[in-house]
């Protein structure tokens, strides 16, 4: 017989009768696995005993550290839960012990952590060349000891992921497309945006034409350098510079016009202004990008060209907020945000268009821009411009453009101050000769 040996006697006969008494086999209790839990999180476990016919059935339950958790009885029958309450961030382990001195026992281990209360990721999307560099995006999780971080991405065929705790590589792959990263951590979720374009950064220089392209869905960093004014004899004046991020949800055409320089009265190409003689300079282009429809009222960014000089005195720098000016002699001014610059005998600018020297005056062209700079002996700078939410109503009535294709981290720097150069190897205080415009995806 198994179990303990219990003596006692009949009444019906003096001889000694052992009875007995079945002990606990096995132990069980659900959950059995690991544990995680929040700060304040309660939860139940409940214990299974084997044999069921065993003698004693009672479940004595013990918390390794009852400052982290507590059990809400120390014993209970079998088949009956008991409660765990989670006090504060550590581990404990939770035991249930049968009470019939068998030595049968299950546990499990319990980390609890406070609750997540935040979660961010550094990156909402990111553009990334097919087949090309991975990118890596981090997770900012409150409280910061949380570093199980969960990821996962919605396509593999265009990306694959290396998860580790709080940051996660992404790898594009050979297909084009768009697929969602996403990070859990508890009940928080974030998430980024994967582009994998079959697109690298393009530098676009002059060619007197528009230029054009499809971008796929992603985001750009787009970056414009105004032309430098014609001259002759003086300087004409340095183009200016425009950069920001451009977001598209879906794949856009998008319009590339270079402005060019020029060494006759003739403007440069992209609006920039004639002179009314052949002894006089002709205005820079202004350098702008248009999305979706080939139209000045489609301009996302624009950088504006020089004013056109002669003999001494020098043109207007390309904007910027605003052309250059130039005060000596007849004065010639720089457009703005909102209107073009007055020049001499009437040589005003235009919107996207420098001022015209007037016939039988003695005029440079002024520099093409946003809005154009007035010609004169020096003529105005046309003005640069970047379409955000606070510039939007600079827009003259006939607008192309809406908010999905407002540029951020944009600004528009005028041709006397320090900029990036073309080529990335540093700056360059204004922009000499024809302008540039350069496209590049932005991880």
Partial sequence: MA????SSKSSASPALIKTATQLVTSMSISPNAAQTKNVGQTFTITPTISPSNANNKNVNWTSSN????????????????????????????ITATAA???????SLSLTV??????????????????SGASTTVTATVTPSSY????????????????????TCTIKPTSTTGTAT????????????TVNVVNFTTTTYSYTGSVQSVTLPAGTYKLECWGAQGGSNGGIGGKGG?????????????????????????????NGGGTASSSDRGGGGGSTDIRIGTDSL????????????????????FGGGIEGGTVTSGCQGYGGTQTSSGTGHCNSGGGFGIGGNGKSGSTVNGGGSGWYGGGGSNGSGGGSGYVYTSSSASNYPSGCLLNSLYYLTSAQTIAGNTSFPNVAGTGNETGHSGNGAAKITPVN
């Fill in 3 to 6: 179990g303990n040996q219990v």
């Fill in 66 to 93: 009852t400052a982290v958790a507590t059990v809400s009885k120390a014993s209970t029958a079998s088949g009956t839960a008991i409660t765990v309450t989670c006090k504060a961030a550590g581990s404990a382990t």
């Fill in 100 to 106: 019939d001195g068998s030595g049968k026992s299950a």
């Fill in 113 to 130: 952590i406070n609750p997540v209360t935040a979660l961010s990721l550094n990156k909402n999307q990111t553009t990334l060349q097919k």
């Fill in 147 to 166: 570093t199980n971080v969960e990821w996962s991405i919605s396509n593999t065929s265009i990306a694959t992921i290396t998860p580790n705790g709080t």
């Fill in 181 to 192: 990263l996403t990070a859990k951590a508890g009940s928080k979720t974030a998430t980024c």
């Fill in 241 to 269: 510079y425009s950069v920001g991020i451009l977001t598209l949800s879906n794949n856009e055409t998008v319009y590339v016009y270079v402005g060019g320089t020029t060494t006759s009265k003739t403007g440069g190409f």
């Fill in 297 to 316: 009222y489609a301009r996302v960014i624009v950088a504006g060209g020089g004013g056109g000089a002669y003999n001494s005195v020098g043109g207007g």
